[in-house]
């Protein structure tokens, strides 16, 4: 788990933890943000590889909803160390899917390492 120096914000994680991600195939983002949705939100009756990359989460793909947005949310920075803006039609499209998930992970540890 990324530790976090000081008092800034979540780019500021231990150089190694952004290494470490950064590092990551497309598939281990993938298998790790499906790992998270299950254990983040106590989904007993799946695994992921139950989880279909590009099927929606909320709605008629998994059917999350808001309060599950917000835990998966927080799982996904404490696991990436990744952040998210306050505009919610952002966020919707970026936690359409895993697939929108992995593409969001992927570009905020490019920006990280730049």
Known sequence: MPEILGDCDSLCYMAGDLVKYAAMTREEIELKLKDVLVSALDLEDLTASDIVTDAPLFGEGLGLDSIDALELGMAVKK???VTFASDPAENR?????VKTLADYVEQQNKVAQS
């Open 79 to 81: 696991a990436f160390g």
């Open 93 to 97: 499209k970026i936690f359409y899917s």
